[in-house]
T-cell receptor, first 116, second 111 residues
């Protein structure tokens, strides 16, 4: 079974703090994703990575950065946390699209971040 | 980009009842997934079904790609089926397997 793990289930931080959210997958997937989920707004893509050290902005990258130094690990960084970044953060991974490739995405358990 | 719409937005069932959830998408897709979000917030994969029909226990799903819709069937519902069901799709023009999520159907199953 594919396993995607996230470093924390719940996190409370103060405004202005630097916050790291870690995601690890064990299926040798090329693609990894960070989403946030907010009531009424659904799931929105923040950043994704298609290879080590490669990244692309999603729909709402402002205020976030990412790091992918190893294939299995994808980190989301809030450089200076703000209250409007209070949200549920979900990490996902999938294999690379290919001629016969399955594109199924698998999600981690999520991190509920509260910024005070 | 592709748009994904789910219906109904809310559904209340008595335990044992059957239900059908619908997902419409605006363009051809090469990825269509159904998820169940549990009370703790985790998205559980139910089906990867860009076309055809699949069954897993009391759940089954059908995607009619040519008509741009997918259906999730829940039979003999149980209280543990409660939660939010999401449909998500990737269009052929979408890059790097970017999934677009519908707004979800919130299901409550009462004993």
């Amino acid at each position: 079974d594919v396993k995607v793990t996230q470093s924390s289930r719940y996190l409370v931080k103060r405004t202005g703090e630097k916050v790291f959210l870690e995601c690890v997958q064990d299926m040798d997937h090329e693609n990894m994703f960070w989403y946030r989920q907010d009531p009424g707004l659904g799931l929105r893509l923040i950043y994704f990575s298609y290879d080590v050290k490669m990244k692309e902005k999603g729909d709402i990258p402002e205020g976030y950065s990412v790091s992918r130094e190893k294939k299995e690990r994808f980190s989301l960084i809030l450089e200076s946390a703000s209250t409007n970044q209070t949200s549920m953060y979900l990490c996902a991974s999938s294999s690379q699209p290919g001629l016969a490739g399955v594109l199924e995405q698998f999600f981690g358990p999520g991190t509920r971040l509260t910024v005070l | 980009g592709i748009q994904v719409e789910q219906s109904p937005p809310d559904l209340i069932l008595q335990e044992g009842a059957n239900s059908t959830l619908r997902c419409n998408f605006s363009d051809s897709v090469n990825n269509l997934q159904w998820f169940h979000q549990n009370p703790w917030g985790q998205l559980i994969n139910l089906f990867y079904i860009p076309s055809g029909t699949k069954q897993n226990g009391r759940l089954s799903a059908t995607t009619v790609a040519t008509e741009r819709y997918s259906l999730l069937y829940i039979s003999s519902s149980q209280t543990t089926d409660s939660g939010v069901y999401f449909c998500a799709a990737r269009g052929f023009s979408g890059g790097y397997n970017k999934l677009i999520f519908g707004a979800g159907t919130r299901l409550a199953v009462h004993p």
